[in-house]
C-alpha cells in the first residue's frame, strides 16, 4: 500500500474504531443519560439521540475525509462537497422536517454519509486511501460493535437487568466496552496492532492488548 494511502486510512480507522462505539453506547442508553444529563423534563428526546448519534458518526467521517482533501489541495472538491451539503440540507428542511424532527435526523444523517462516500470516491482516485485500509477502518468497529452490544445486553439479562437507571447504564457501558476491546484483540488482531504503532504510549498499549510490537 502506498505509504500516502496507508495514512490516509489510518486517519479514517482512528476515528471510526472511536466514534462508532460512543455513537451506540449512547444510542442504547439514550434514556438514562437524558435523564441524568438533563432530567425527565427532556425525556421526550430519547428516539432522537440515535439519529443524532448516526449523524455524528457521518459528520465525523466527513471530516476526516474533507481534511484529507485539503491536504491533497483539493480545494474544488472540498467546495462541490460544501454546495452538496448546503442544498441536501435545504431539501432536507424542505421534505423531511414537515415530518417530525425524527425525520429530517434521518434525512441529515444519510446526507452525511453521502458526502462521505463522494470524498471517498475522491480520495482513492487520487491515491490518499486505499481499498483494504478503508475495510480495515469501517468493518471491525461496526463487527465489534454488534458483538459488544450483544454480549452487555446478555449479561444484563443474565442478571435480570436492563439498562434503564444510572447504574445499570454504567454497567452496560463498562461491559460494553471491555467487550468492544476484547473483540477488536481477538479478531482483528493486525488492524489493531497497527494502529497502536502510532500511539505515543504504544509500548504500554501493547503490553496492555498481551501484543508484539508492529515492526
Known sequence: ????????????RIVAWTVVPIAICLAVLAGPVIATVYGNKWIAVVPLLPW????????SLSYAGYMLLLSR????????ADAFFLCGTGVALA????????AYLMASALLQFLVLLLMLQWLYRIGSVARDGLVSAFLPPVVAGF???AAAFAVLYFLSLVPSTFMTAAGWGIVFAL???L?????????LSALISYFPARKTLY??????EAE
Open 207 to 212: 503490553r496492555l492488548f498481551v501484543l508484539k
Open 73 to 80: 489541495q483539493q480545494q474544488r472538491r472540498c467546495l462541490f
Open 95 to 102: 421534505v423531511a422536517l414537515p415530518f417530525g424532527m425524527r
Open 183 to 191: 473483540s477488536l484483540r481477538l479478531i482483528f488482531v493486525r488492524e
Open 1 to 12: 500500500m502506498h505509504r500516502g494511502a496507508h495514512i490516509g486510512s489510518m486517519i479514517f
Open 52 to 59: 443524532a448519534m448516526a449523524w455524528g458518526v457521518g459528520a
Open 147 to 149: 458483538l459488544a452490544t
Open 179 to 181: 467487550a468492544y476491546l
